[in-house]
Structures are given as C-alpha cells and as structure tokens.
C-alpha cells in the first residue's frame, strides 16, 4: 500500500538534477582514474587546400602553442622546472629574511637564485652556475646540477 502513496513514488523516483549529479559524479571518478593526454592541431594552410604547406602558417602556430619554446628548453638540458610559486615554495629557506623590492614573483626566485650562487660556487665555475639557471616569465628553468646543489643547499638550510 505504501508504494502507492506520493511520498513513497518521490522516492523511488529520480529526478533530472539527481540524474545529472549521479552521472557527472561518475564522469569526474572515470577522469581521476585516466592518463589524459592532449593532441594538438597544425593547420598546414589557411586555405585549408590539400598537400598545401605554409611554413609561415606553421611556424606562427609552432610559436604561439610554445611548442618551439618546448623543444629549445629541451634541448638545452633544462631536466627540472618550476612554476615561479613552486620554487619559492620549495627554495624560500635559501634566502631567510630577505625580500626583494618588488612584489612580482621572478624578483623573488631571482633573489633566492642569488643567494644560493655564493653557496653553489663550491661545487661550480660561476658560469657554470649561473648558466644552469634559467628564470623564464613564468617557470624557472633548472639543469639537473644546479637543481641538486640547491638540493643540498635547501636540505642543509633546513637543518
């Protein structure tokens, strides 16, 4: 008898909103559980002609994904980076007390950068400390000599 009654069918019934909350809870846990990976597209022309090729179209596109940018950081050895938060996040101990003059936060990777070079010259030339170290506008760019050396300078800062 109870199955009949209004309340008793609002129960057994699932709404639209319970619908949608239940599937998108089960897109969200099949996401966490993927390896995403992104394919990006390269238009070989604006007239998007078959076996026509612009290499100034291509290139333009090349530069504004930072795909160009990419494989030059690649290629020069750069193994570790950084957001420019990420690194002051992990090398702040390096540079205790001291703030640069300004707020904006390459001042700051780049006050603890200059901290750390003094240390580091027991383990390099300084052009070869320095030419390790790559502060871009929004990562910090680390050989992986440099990035161990301030390792060890981070872990003995910390003691």
């Given at each position: 008898?109870?199955?009949?009654?209004?309340?008793a069918?609002k129960r057994?019934?699932?709404t639209v909103?319970k619908?949608f909350?239940t599937?998108?809870?089960?897109?969200?846990t099949?996401i966490?559980?993927?390896?995403?990976?992104?394919?990006r597209?390269?238009?070989p022309n604006?007239?998007?002609?078959?076996?026509?090729?612009?290499?100034d179209?291509?290139?333009?596109q090349?530069k504004s994904?930072?795909?160009?940018?990419?494989?030059?950081?690649?290629r020069?050895?750069?193994s570790?980076?950084?957001s420019?938060?990420?690194?002051?996040q992990r090398?702040?101990?390096?540079?205790p007390g001291?703030e640069p003059?300004?707020?904006?936060?390459?001042s700051?990777c780049?006050?603890?950068?200059?901290?750390?070079?003094?240390m580091m010259?027991?383990s390099?030339?300084?052009?070869e400390?320095?030419?390790?170290?790559?502060v871009g506008?929004?990562?910090?760019?680390?050989r992986q000599?440099?990035a161990?050396?301030?390792d060890?300078?981070?872990?003995?800062a910390m003691?």
């Amino acid at each position: 008898e109870e199955k009949n009654t209004p309340t008793a069918r609002k129960r057994s019934k699932k709404t639209v909103a319970k619908q949608f909350s239940t599937q998108l809870k089960n897109l969200r846990t099949k996401i966490g559980t993927t390896n995403p990976y992104f394919v990006r597209c390269i238009k070989p022309n604006q007239e998007f002609v078959a076996d026509h090729f612009s290499h100034d179209v291509v290139l333009d596109q090349l530069k504004s994904l930072g795909v160009l940018e990419a494989v030059r950081v690649s290629r020069s050895g750069f193994s570790k980076s950084y957001s420019h938060e990420e690194f002051i996040q992990r090398y702040h101990a390096l540079a205790p007390g001291k703030e640069p003059e300004s707020t904006c936060p390459s001042s700051r990777c780049i006050l603890i950068i200059g901290e750390s070079i003094s240390m580091m010259m027991e383990s390099f030339s300084k052009d070869e400390g320095t030419q390790g170290i790559q502060v871009g506008t929004r990562r910090v760019f680390l050989r992986q000599n440099q990035a161990d050396a301030l390792d060890r300078l981070r872990s003995k800062a910390m003691i």
